[in-house]
């Protein structure tokens, strides 16, 4: 079976204001990338529906579901609301689909959970990843966690060895908290350490975390991918697998100080995609609209076995020429940031630090399987 991409035009023009990390295109350009390169039918082009209400109290809270459809309809936040829902605070702003496209996201989740459960397969899901969404409470620019509710739709369907990778360059917290006690679910996070959010600082059973160092090179993923990813893969043997797949890791990007090509996201998932019946590619972070673009449309390129050109045609280089950028590294960016899908290798050594935290991953895996089992 073909895999299935799931998108929406919710994302073009919605901006969470000029000043935001999350002014810029990304699931848009990503899905008009995939279009101009031919590389989906129509039949494999699914349009994401918009969670309603119901759907999200699985996990979310009533009260705060309800609180952010007043924040959109009103495009304002009572005192009480935003101290206690965390709306309109801490670079989580009030914005025209507060609620619709969060929602959408979490419904494109949800439904690639769903099919994927009956009919098995591999989803793409770039405006999914929202990965630090509290149950009552908005953080990290994530209004809902739309990976928690696809994992609960796996749960609910009676899979009982689900896994959650995460390789964004920050801590994927809000799912690690939601499954913690739950032996169902097992998450792996690569995240750079010392950064915001400040957890996932050590592994637990069901709960394995690497947090890495500033300069995170190609070398030093492929370490952690055959040190822990892989390792657990092959005792857990998931029925399912979600991968968070944010571009943030990547070294043009300025919310973090890793240092990957886009060759490393590639090559995790070209070697996970097909270690279940089961598997979804989401989004996640990631702040330059050219490296997320390129990063997710060769996300889904790997997931069809698709060799990427070496030169992109025009019609899909068109669409990287079209971005704009603030920031200093848009005012001039570089040729290969429109021409390209592929970034150049980033390799180097790996450190004594990687080492020791996928020897720390590993020493937690027994406690985990055993939990599993």
């Known amino acids: 079976m073909l895999p299935r991409l799931i998108g929406s035009e919710i994302y073009r023009g919605s901006t969470y204001g000029p000043k935001h990390p999350l002014a810029i295109p990304r699931v848009s350009t990503?899905?008009?990338?995939?279009?101009?390169?031919?590389?989906v039918t129509p039949a494999h082009d699914i349009d994401s529906p918009r969670a309603t209400p119901a759907e999200l109290t699985r996990f979310h809270d009533a009260d705060y579901v309800a609180?952010?459809?007043?924040?959109?309809?009103?495009?304002?936040?009572?005192?009480?609301?935003?101290?206690?829902?965390?709306i309109g605070a801490n670079g989580n702003p009030i914005y025209r689909e507060v609620f619709r496209r969060p929602a959408t996201g979490a419904g494109g989740t949800t439904l690639a959970a769903r099919l994927s459960a009956a009919e098995g397969g591999r989803f793409h899901v770039p405006g999914g990843g929202t990965h630090?969404?509290?149950?009552?409470?908005?953080?990290g620019f994530?209004?809902?966690?739309?990976?928690?509710?696809?994992?609960?739709?796996?749960?609910?369907?009676?899979?009982?060895?689900?896994?959650?990778?995460?390789?964004?360059a920050h801590h994927g917290d809000g799912v690690e908290s939601a499954f913690l006690d739950d032996p169902r679910v097992t998450t792996l996070s690569v995240h750079e350490r010392d950064r915001w959010p400040f957890t996932g600082q050590a592994s637990q059973p069901g709960a394995l975390n690497i947090p890495v160092p500033e300069g995170f090179n190609d070398s030093e993923m492929?370490?952690?991918?055959?040190?822990?990813?892989?390792?657990?893969?092959?005792?857990l043997q998931p029925q399912a697998i979600m991968l968070q797949c944010g571009a943030d890791a990547l070294e043009e990007d300025p919310l973090a100080r890793l240092a990957l090509s886009n060759n490393a996201h590639r090559e995790v998932i070209?070697?996970?995609?097909?270690?279940?019946?089961r598997f979804i590619l989401l989004g996640g972070g990631g702040y330059n609209p050219w490296t997320v673009?390129?990063?997710?449309?060769?996300?889904?390129?790997?997931?069809?076995?698709?060799?990427?050109?070496?030169?992109?045609?025009?019609?899909?280089e068109a669409v990287l020429r079209g971005l704009t950028w603030s920031r200093?590294?848009?005012?001039?960016?570089?040729?290969?940031?429109?021409?390209?899908?592929?970034?150049?290798?980033?390799?180097?050594?790996?450190?004594?630090?990687?080492?020791?935290?996928?020897?720390?991953?590993?020493?937690?895996?027994?406690?985990?399987i055993r939990a599993v089992a």
């Not at 609180?67 to 965390?86: N, V």
């Not at 809902?144 to 390789?167: H, K, P, Q, S």
């Not at 005012?331 to 080492?355: C, K, M, Q, S, Y």
């Open 293 to 316: 673009a390129r990063c997710w449309t060769l996300g889904w390129a790997t997931l069809n076995g698709i060799v990427p050109p070496e030169r992109l045609p025009p019609a899909a």
């Open 222 to 235: 492929r370490a952690v991918l055959h040190g822990a990813i892989l390792p657990l893969i092959e005792a």
């Open 67 to 86: 609180a952010l459809q007043r924040a959109e309809a009103t495009q304002t936040i009572s005192a009480e609301d935003k101290a206690r829902f965390g």
């Open 132 to 139: 630090h969404g509290l149950r009552d409470r908005a953080s």
């Open 30 to 39: 990503t899905l008009d990338l995939i279009r101009a390169l031919g590389w």
């Open 270 to 277: 070209r070697a996970v995609r097909n270690a279940a019946p």
């Open 328 to 368: 200093a590294a848009g005012r001039n960016p570089p040729e290969h940031w429109f021409a390209t899908l592929l970034d150049a290798p980033r390799e180097g050594l790996v450190r004594p630090a990687i080492l020791d935290a996928v020897a720390a991953a590993r020493g937690a895996l027994p406690d985990t």
């Open 142 to 168: 994530c209004y809902l966690n739309d990976a928690v509710l696809g994992l609960l739709a796996w749960r609910d369907a009676g899979f009982e060895r689900i896994l959650y990778l995460d390789i964004d």
